[in-house]
Nanobody, 126 residues
Framework: QVQLVESGGGLVQAGGSLRLSCTAS????????MGWFRQVPGKGREFVAS????????YYADSVKGRFTISKDNAKNTVYLQMNSLKPVDTAVYYC???????????????????WGQGTQVTVSS
């Protein structure tokens, strides 16, 4: 069983930045692909960004491309989401997700992930 713990959410003004972290309690973190999703009340989970197991290849939703950066530190069992130029529409609960993988696939569908964190709230005020 993999446990994921997110941190770093909060309240920020439009145009500001936040960095989310997600730490995994798993022995072979380097063998896991990771993703970030977000959800607002009444809607399904929306893909934000993903990173392959080695941490060399990333994939972004069009809505965040150029503003958000996902990165993976296998030595620290942690994946990050650096969010810059935040907008009120970015307000949501952000979840990290993981799945064991050693392939070269970009995963944007929530059903492709096996483990989820509890979520962290990000609120962007106008």
């Amino acid at each position: 069983q993999v446990q994921l713990v997110e941190s770093g959410g909060g309240l920020v003004q439009a145009g500001g930045s936040l960095r989310l972290s997600c730490t995994a309690s798993v022995r072979s973190f380097s063998m896991y692909a990771m993703g970030w999703f977000r959800q607002v009340p009444g809607k399904g989970r929306e893909f934000v960004a993903s990173i392959r197991w080695r941490g060399y290849s990333t994939y972004y939703a069009d809505s965040v491309k150029g503003r958000f950066t996902i990165s993976k530190d296998n030595a620290k069992n942690t994946v990050y989401l650096q969010m810059n130029s935040l907008k009120p529409v970015d307000t949501a609960v952000y979840y990290c997700a993981s799945t064991p993988s050693n392939d070269y696939t970009d995963r944007a569908d929530p059903t492709e992930y096996d483990y989820w964190g509890q979520g962290t709230q990000v609120t962007v005020s106008s």
